[in-house]
């Protein structure tokens, strides 16, 4: 199906997951309210261009939104979580899998959305982006993360930009295992519960103009086993200085212009 729309619902106590949209073209769920046993949105199947925006997931016993199945070129954004992973061991406020976009000019975009977790157990991450290449994660605010704020794994070309993170249980942002050209920026991390920014086996990474806020017992921003990497004027306050920029097992990696407080 091609341009449908799904709007303004309640959808209170879902069995399963809320709404649910398969095999579908560009299709709108817009200023919905749900509560949801399974996933609070779950788009799958190839569904192209589905633009998730304004809803509100009051709980979800899985992820808040679940985007997955090559569903790529889509869109979330504007969107409030306020409980995700209820039930679930190890599921998402927002999860992407092999669902990016396709290219620089058509990427699947992840902004302006408030995610609320309640700091108390790991696996939960606020938003992880999974085998998904070309994915903005853009203005999200973050606040208290059951695991990692922004959690990226094997993807390339992924750009996390002017999100804040607050008090996420495991670390701020982490790009792990091949996230080629990943770039973390204009970013603000504070008492994050481990590393802020981390980039693990990336090369070719850039991190510029974050902000991290942290403790005299974390790592600021970390870099290990990821080459040619540029760390370039971020602010960090409250680390040891030792633990405030680290590069470990990296080569060819540009650093400067930092600030360190």
């Known amino acids: 199906s091609a341009n449908n729309s799904v709007n303004s619902n309640s959808v209170q106590s879902a069995g399963k997951d809320g709404i649910w949209v398969s095999k579908a073209t560009g299709t709108t769920v817009d200023g919905n309210t749900i509560s949801a046993a399974g996933d609070g949105i779950d788009i799958n199947s190839a569904s192209l261009g589905t633009v998730v925006k304004n809803n509100v997931i009051e709980s979800a016993g899985e992820c808040g939104i679940w985007l997955t199945g090559k569903s790529t070129g889509?869109?979330?954004s504007g969107n409030t979580i306020q409980k995700y992973s209820v039930t679930a061991k190890k599921k998402n406020a927002i999860g992407v899998y092999q669902s990016g976009g396709t290219n620089s000019k058509n990427t699947a975009k992840i902004e302006k959305n408030v995610?609320?977790?309640t700091r108390k157990t790991t696996g939960k991450d606020a938003v992880?982006?999974?085998?998904s290449d070309y994915v903005n994660i853009t203005g999200n605010?973050?606040?208290?993360a059951d695991g990692?704020?922004?959690y990226l794994y094997q993807c390339k070309n992924n750009m996390v930009s002017s999100n804040k993170i607050t008090k996420s249980k495991k670390g701020g942002i982490y790009a792990t295992t091949s996230c080629t050209k990943v770039k973390i920026q204009k970013n603000t991390v504070k008492s994050a519960g481990d590393t802020s920014i981390m980039v693990y086996k990336s090369p070719s990474a850039t991190?510029?103009?974050?902000?991290v806020t942290t403790s005299k017992?974390?790592?600021g921003i970390y870099i290990s086993n990821s080459n040619k990497t540029t760390i370039k004027s971020n602010k960090v306050t409250g680390a040891k200085k030792k633990n405030a920029i680290c590069l470990l097992k990296s080569t060819g990696c540009k650093k400067g212009g930092n600030t360190i407080k």
Request: positive net charge.
């Open 207 to 211: 991190v510029s103009n974050n902000t």
């Open 115 to 117: 995610i609320t977790g």
């Open 128 to 131: 992880r982006i999974s085998k």
């Open 217 to 219: 017992t974390k790592k």
């Open 148 to 150: 990692y704020g922004i």
């Open 74 to 76: 889509c869109s979330i």
């Open 141 to 144: 605010t973050i606040t208290s």
